[in-house]
């Protein structure tokens, strides 16, 4: 079992930053890759970005320039900075951890609101 604990959101101007973390605990061993995704009212939770054990990130097109994923082994945690907010990013943003048993796991989420 693992479990993720999020932080960092809250309301911010378009054009400002934020920068989420995300804990995991219990059986960090087993993470192979950790993740942030979102979903906005009445919209399906979509990926935002990732980041494998070695360092690899992967970003969606509509937050590449824009937000960074990063990842701190040592304290399994791992982090969202993003900058030049739109209000389009206005959504609950929720940690993934996806193990190598194949098992998906998800924080509570944390609300980020970026107004006009």
């Known amino acids: 079992q693992v479990q993720l604990v999020e932080s960092g959101g809250g309301l911010v101007q378009a054009g400002g930053s934020l920068r989420l973390s995300c804990a995991a605990s219990g059986s960090i061993v087993s993470i192979n890759t950790m993740g942030w995704y979102r979903q906005a009212p009445g919209k399906q939770r979509e990926l935002v970005a990732t980041?494998?054990?070695?360092?690899?990130?992967d970003y969606a097109d509509y937050v590449k320039g824009r937000f960074t994923i990063s990842r701190d082994n040592a304290k399994s945690t791992v982090f969202l900075q993003m900058n030049s907010l739109k209000p389009e990013d206005t959504a609950v943003y929720y940690c993934?951890?996806?193990?190598?048993?194949?098992?998906?796991?998800w924080g509570q989420g944390t609300q980020v609101t970026v107004s006009s």
């Open positions: 980041i494998i054990r070695g360092g690899s990130t």
């Open positions: 993934n951890a996806f193990t190598s048993t194949f098992r998906n796991y």
